[in-house]
């Protein structure tokens, strides 16, 4: 659950100033917004897929929509809006990969959390939110743990901002909390990432809090106890959506009831692939992961999971 965007990516190494025009090196439009990033990595990964989001009655809407279906993502619940233009993000990639982004987020907000049922998660058995409005993780995680369901959020910079008095409450009871290392140090209070995990953990009760550390891999704090798993060394080439697939991959894992250890492997695996292509939606198929996993050394994890999704 969460934004479905039209991202234009222009890639250049100079953010011009007040009346100053910049060359840009390339420039590529595609699918966006991290729960349909998120939607999308998981049906690639070999699970089943529905996203609940808005967009407008208008061709980018058409557009974004018959994107997620030839991913093969349940689109039934798309909510279409004709008082609002479908959400645009401008990406401005630099050299080395990293990005800045300016958001519209337009026909995102006509999200309601009246539009949150039993019905769109019938046939369900996790429920991901990607989205800082609290509103709609609450009505979500209400919903799905009153059907049995897991539930995990990933609600970026817009949800730490607001601070953990704020949010605490509707983060209680989540099963997996997904932050960046920025995130983390907001909400904790911490320029010492794992002391500011530590310090989120003893407010919030989650099962697992999850802090992404860019190239330096990822942490997973669980029952007290911090783990740690590097991420693998590749030439970035956009970094846009490598969040959100590593959150895929860590709820796939998951789901398939891995250690945790490996499941952060896993989430690291998927998520390297995709920083070495363009786009928020270049996110690795199964058997890419299962590839790069085996070429370094991870083969039993590799048949670990093929047998448990076979």
């Keep these: 659950m969460g934004n479905l965007n039209l991202d234009i990516y222009i890639k250049t190494d100079a953010i011009p100033r007040p009346d100053e025009s910049v060359d840009a090196y390339e420039t590529y439009m595609g699918g966006g917004g ?5 939607s999308v990595a998981v049906a690639r990964l070999g699970l089943g897929s529905r996203f609940l989001g808005s967009v407008g009655n208008d061709q980018f809407g058409d557009m974004l929509i018959r994107e997620l279906e030839s991913e093969g993502v349940d689109t039934r619940f798309i909510k279409r809006v004709s008082h609002e233009r479908t959400g645009t993000v401008v990406v401005i990639v630099g050299l ?9 987020p337009g026909a995102n907000l006509g999200l309601t959390p009246n539009d949150i049922t039993s019905d769109v998660m019938s046939g369900v058995s996790h429920v991901h939110v990607a989205l800082g409005r609290v509103e ?16 995990s959020v990933d609600g970026g910079t817009p949800l730490a901002r ?6 605490k409450d509707v983060i209680n009871n989540v099963d997996i909390w997904f932050m960046n290392s ?20 003893s407010r919030v009760e989650v099962r697992e809090l999850i802090v992404t550390l860019g190239s330096r891999g990822a942490l997973l704090l ?11 060394k590749v030439p970035p080439v956009d970094t846009t959506g490598a969040g959100d697939t590593f959150a ?3 709820v796939v894992a998951s789901v398939l009831d891995l250690d945790p250890i490996d499941k952060l492997i896993f989430a ?8 070495m292509r363009r786009g928020a939606r270049s996110s690795p198929r199964l058997n890419e992961v299962i590839d790069f996993l085996e070429s370094l050394g991870y083969a039993k994890l590799a048949d670990e999971i093929l047998n448990k999704l076979s």
């Design 222 to 232: 669980r029952d007290g106890e911090v783990k740690y798993s590097d991420a693998f």
């Design 248 to 250: 895929a991959a860590y």
């Design 182 to 201: 920025f995130e983390a140090r907001e909400l904790g209070h911490s320029e010492n990432v794992v002391r500011a995990a530590e310090n989120i953990a």
């Design 136 to 151: 709609i993780i609450e009505a979500a995680k209400r919903i799905a743990k009153s059907l049995g369901l897991t539930v």
């Design 34 to 38: 991290s729960a349909a990033n998120f």
């Design 96 to 104: 080395d990969g990293s990005k800045r982004m300016i958001r519209y």
């Design 268 to 275: 690291n695996a998927a998520a390297s692939l995709k920083v």
């Design 162 to 167: 607001k601070g953990l008095d704020v949010i």
